[in-house]
């Protein structure tokens, strides 16, 4: 793409949003909340022309843009949103907000309030004293930020992976609010028992870790090997086997070192996913990976299911081998067994879950087609 | 099924093949190999109607009937090892190997040589100075196994996932001896980026576990929480979504502690796999493990491919998360494009990578033919 023929949203900041309290679903009230946030595009007149994007488990608010000149990376749904995009920031109010228990607690570009916050009655970081959080505290906090920004009802919300989670829960929480659900990769109306194994094997190296001391570590060494490994294990089971094979072959690491000669000899694809995993654990949050895992396992629509009134698109990976489109057809199934207007399309590729990120540019015509619908 | 009406192969017992040195294709001399086996029926005069059978990463060579008569498991292949089965012990002289470095080393019933053996020349455990073997070193120690018996050209060799690359490597090295290889869920013709990211997620927990200490834990104690982590990735990795959702579903592990109130409490699928995995620690050996990820690792059959003149019968499972059946499709490309006799057909199922065991007997009469052919 040629940066200075079509910028996209351009340059992008982050804001604050605070609230001296926040009442979580379990009745556990969250003292002094601070969000980030970031919009793109401008809120109508009418005040109907917002569209909120909802971030996966690794990820946070900033969906477009860059934050300076220099900034060599753009938001994760870049392609996605911008002037003459399908999320087109001529016509909507583009909203995002970094979630509670964000894992990037530690990046100074994410904002979030959750275990690696501090306790404004003892003064030091909650650790696993700050509460379970749910989807649906997430969806609570995102509607505070835009009622915050004069946003009362939505054109749609739209998000991949947790954020597909998200956006159904819109649905079902704030059903008069939320004409319009994107899930793209998205897993079943509530976690099952194999996608819950598969996040708890996530926690596992967390609670391994020497340092994570039961999650009071904030006075350092902090827990960094196990969220390495753990990120390590999320980055995997996010790609595909094609995509692999294709990036990484059989290569070894070092080829003076080649892996059937020692243990600890290693080939290119083991070490490109832990250096990967290595250096986003240092601006992470091993506590809030724990809270994050956890809030997907205990996702669940059941209870509200039918409250649900959107018209609903679904964008499963054809390659996702975490969220599988098995997942997105079953949703399918279920949303229209309830006799909403549901549309699925299958993204098509070899990227793997990942391609509801990087490939989501050829749903391009879908996505603008269902927002006009 | 009746175990009085059809006891299968009946009690079985395991044998032990010993040799005073074992050359490795590395150049490395064993000293003093073990190795156990079993056999189920009988060689014939001309000594043409022996079947080999090559175990999985975590099994041996039980694959059929019984210890004892309170013996509650059978071995894993029993659905079609027997008098009247598919490998029919009527017909067939059936032997089966524990592998070098297996890993249920500290298990009574597996007899092995790998990093859990007395190094003769120190008198103390080899750990990490055992040097690396090989699939192919499987191989060569299998056909000393069966000359000690007689056995000097087999009738078929068949195993399924680390065992179908044993089957394979066998029609690659031996190609006079193997005019059969049954290929039960296996890999590619070598192991893919993704399968060696895989397996090396498996080692990472072992390498993590403090009592670890560089494979020097033989004086105790043993790095079980880390083999155990390592098993349990590895029973997650064979199961399958709608297996686990039919099992399991949602239920926590305790209705008194929900899964969404503390981050210890554990949804009943978390920790039945956990147990499971707890259970096989206490007889597996941990550097064990990590010798046997290094073989499935480097495992390629490309400099030796044009060798193979086989008759191939590939047995994928259609729900695999594993070793996926496009990898059966693959090897199935592979070797057709070399002018072999390859038939492919799937087992279809829900039972993940596991319907290649428990399922087999699906493929019964398939196989039944293939070996009369």
Known sequence: MNLAA????????????????????SGHIVQDLNLGYETYGKLNERGDNAILITHYFTGNSHCAGRYSETDIEVGYWDALIGPGRAIDTERFFVVSVDSLCNIGARDPRVITTGP?????????????????VSIQDFVHSQRLVLQ?????????????????MQALEWGATFPELTPRVLAVIPGQVEADAYLIARVGSWMLPVLRDPNWKNGEYYDGPFPETGLADALRQITLDTL??????????RRPHDANKHPAAAIENRFAIETAISDVASVRARTADANSLLYLAKC?????????????RSKVLILPASSDLLLFPAYGSSTFDTLRGLGLEVQLQTLEGTGGHLDGLYAISRAQDTIRRFLDS
């Open 6 to 25: 079509d910028p996209g949203v351009g340059l992008v900041s982050k804001q604050t949003f605070s609230a001296a309290e926040f009442k979580l679903t």
């Open 116 to 132: 690696a916050s501090v306790d404004p009655t003892s003064g030091k970081p909650y650790g696993l004293r700050f509460p379970l």
């Open 148 to 164: 915050s920004l004069g946003v009362e009802r939505l054109h749609a919300v739209c998000g991949p992976s947790m954020g597909a």
């Open 240 to 249: 595909h086997y094609d995509w692999a094979a294709r990036i990484f072959d």
């Open 296 to 308: 997907v396992q205990t996702f669940s629509l059941r209870p509200r299911l039918q409250n649900i």
